[in-house]
């Protein structure tokens, strides 16, 4: 069926989408109904860690829709089995609760983390998160976040939640209370504009929180899954949190999350916790062939490939007298100008001809690039020419 031909009025609206339709998809590369070919640095939003359809995810679904899609969460099945072994093996953590999305995951660490005060810190309950963090859309994650003008929408917000100031220690322990149950946070606030947190705020909250008895929970949806060159950013950082979620790059582009934490924190009681979907060996069979990519090997090229991006930013930077960039791995952001206009670039990138490129504008003027960890040096080099011309273009 032509584009044209396509009604989109029963579609609910949520935000503005470009007047175009992709229908499939290889590697870096997307095509709209046109043919046209555009350079994808978004990737769903940090999601199709291997690109779009990579061999290694078809094979493993093809393969496993024909053995079993779904028993159900109140059995055990192979897949699930196999992906909780593989991440607890690679992480410092012991057990792994499965769920469908990055915001499901953060709403298991929130009640895990408020099940913990019950049983074993007299009831606390509240929980420190960051201004302008990102932990998603349902309404603890909305509470949570500190994204700007969040607090007005949906009230009333679920109680319980207290905003600190990344990199800012004094914010946070000026918060805490004998009823602080845990702190919060993302390594990389992506959403706020790849925000990078010092390592010296992140020691500083472990060696609070440990005095305290109060739990460090790192929300690696973004960062996790060798986005940032390592498998977890939380290596990068020298401190093991008590409890992490990762979404996103996890089912590289099938819905998966997890909730991953250390045993003593693993307070669940039968009844506490689940969902329909939960560990189907469908998404968790996908996991699994996932983490079977990111070998050392393929971290030690993401550093590469981020080193090649970082520079080439850099590069442009200079020539167009920007502000830099920044960012952890293959998560990265440019600075623009205050006259620039991010959002203006970001369409007049995915209009480009002969190909386009898709980028994502978190800020006025701040683009973000997120491509597959498999992306190519010649790709990059490629991106950096359509995003030159678009700027160029954007000020004249
Ligand atoms: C995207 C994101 C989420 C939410 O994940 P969903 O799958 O959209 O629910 C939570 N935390 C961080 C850091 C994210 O980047």
Redesign the pocket.
């Known amino acids: 069926m032509k584009y044209n031909q396509l009604n989109t009025n029963a579609i609910m609206e949520i935000n503005q989408r470009p007047d175009l339709l992709f229908i499939k998809g290889k590697n870096s590369w997307i095509e709209d109904t046109d043919g046209k070919l555009y350079l994808d640095f978004m990737q769903g939003?940090?999601v199709n860690l291997l690109g779009h359809c990579p061999s290694e995810i078809k094979k493993a679904i093809n393969d496993q829709i024909e053995l079993l899609i779904n028993p159900s969460p109140a059995f055990y099945n192979i897949p699930s089995m196999e992906l909780s072994l593989k991440l607890t093996q690679a992480s410092c953590f012991d057990k792994v609760f499965f769920a469908n999305?990055?915001?499901?995951?953060?709403e298991g660490a929130i009640k895990l983390a408020r099940k913990w005060g019950q049983i074993k810190k007299n009831g606390a309950y509240k929980i420190i998160t960051m201004n302008n963090?990102?932990?998603?859309?349902?309404i603890a994650?909305m509470s949570a976040s500190g994204k700007p003008g969040w607090d007005k929408k949906f009230p009333p917000q679920v109680d319980g939640f207290y905003k600190a100031n990344i990199n800012d220690i004094e914010s946070v322990i000026s918060l805490i209370d004998e009823s602080t149950v845990a702190i919060m946070l993302?390594l990389v606030?992506?959403?706020a504009g790849v925000i990078l947190s010092d390592k010296s705020f992140v020691q500083e909250l472990r060696k609070i929180s440990t005095e305290k008895n109060i739990l460090l929970i790192i929300?690696?949806?973004?960062?996790g899954m060798g986005r940032t060159g390592t498998l977890f950013a939380y290596q990068q950082f020298d401190i093991e949190p008590d409890i992490m979620?990762l979404?996103?790059g996890i089912g590289g582009g099938v819905p998966l999350?997890a909730l991953l934490a250390k045993k003593e924190v693993s307070v669940f009681e039968y009844g506490d916790q689940g969902g329909t979907y939960n560990g189907n060996p469908l998404c968790t069979a996908v996991g699994v062939a996932i983490m079977k990519v990111l070998s050392c090997d393929f971290l030690e090229q993401v550093k590469l490939k981020s080193n090649k991006l970082s520079s080439e930013l850099n590069l442009l930077s200079d020539r167009k007298g920007l502000h830099g960039e920044r960012g952890l791995g293959l998560l990265r952001a440019l600075v623009l100008n205050e006259k620039d206009d991010a959002n203006k670039i970001v369409e007049i990138a995915r209009n480009a001809k002969p190909n386009g490129l898709l980028i994502n504008a978190p800020r006025k003027n701040l683009i973000r690039f997120m491509p597959a960890l498999n992306i190519t040096e010649n790709e990059i080099e490629i991106m950096i020419e359509i995003l030159e011309k678009s700027i160029e273009i954007s000020r004249s």
């Open positions: 939003w940090a999305s990055g915001a499901e995951a953060n963090s990102f932990h998603g859309r349902t994650t993302e606030q992506g959403e929300d690696e949806v973004q960062t979620t979404g996103k999350s």
